[in-house]
């Protein structure tokens, strides 16, 4: 399976080249520019189960923590904390399929009562209510988060990213799990 680092990659290639598939362009037509600009900034790459369980280890998740995913995918992370330690969790992402999808996990795993999935744009989303966050964003994006996160989560709040780090905001932890790294920071 391609990390996201793998995918960046051969995006990259692709801008340079400007080719652009057939696919996008069709999708481009059918969509506003801003949201095309976003879907292409993080695209879906799903995170490998033993990094989900290394990210809610490394968070030291418990059933009273509320984890929050932003750019949820599939819902794995939500649904695997809500299994692993029976706490709530939310999840955002810009793609509906990708929400219904994860809806229908936490289904069925038995957790839809612990777990809430919503369509949305993590820049306006509120995540304030969490006292874990996760993400599988671009190192772009997750600098562009960033003040909105120091300012609006709780001091104690986790935060875990896989992959990519928030330049010199320099993380507590940072763990390799296999071929991704994920790293820790707490809101102070």
């Known amino acids: 399976m391609k990390t996201r680092r793998d995918v960046l990659r051969d995006s990259a290639a692709l801008a340079v080249s400007c080719a652009l598939p057939a696919a996008l362009i069709g999708s481009a037509l059918a969509q506003p520019q801003d949201e095309i600009a976003r879907q292409l900034d993080v695209p879906y790459v799903p995170t490998p189960m033993t990094v989900v369980d290394a990210m809610l280890d490394l968070a030291k998740v418990t059933k009273s923590d509320v984890v929050y995913d932003l750019g949820c995918g599939d819902g ?29 996990n936490a289904i069925r795993a038995n957790v839809a009562e612990l777990a809430r999935f919503e369509v949305g744009d993590v820049f306006d989303f509120d995540f304030s209510g969490a006292t874990v966050v996760t993400m599988y964003l671009l190192p772009s994006v997750n600098l ?29 932890t940072v763990r390799d799990v296999g071929r991704s790294r994920i790293y820790l920071w707490t809101i102070r």
């Open 76 to 104: 794995r992370i939500v649904v695997r904390a809500a299994t692993r330690f029976g706490c709530r969790g939310v999840g955002v992402d810009l793609n509906p399929e990708r929400v219904k999808e994860a809806k229908a």
């Open 144 to 172: 562009k988060l960033r003040p909105r996160l120091q300012k609006e989560l709780k001091p104690g709040t986790r935060l875990v990213s896989h992959d990519f780090h928030m330049d010199d905001w320099k993380a507590e």
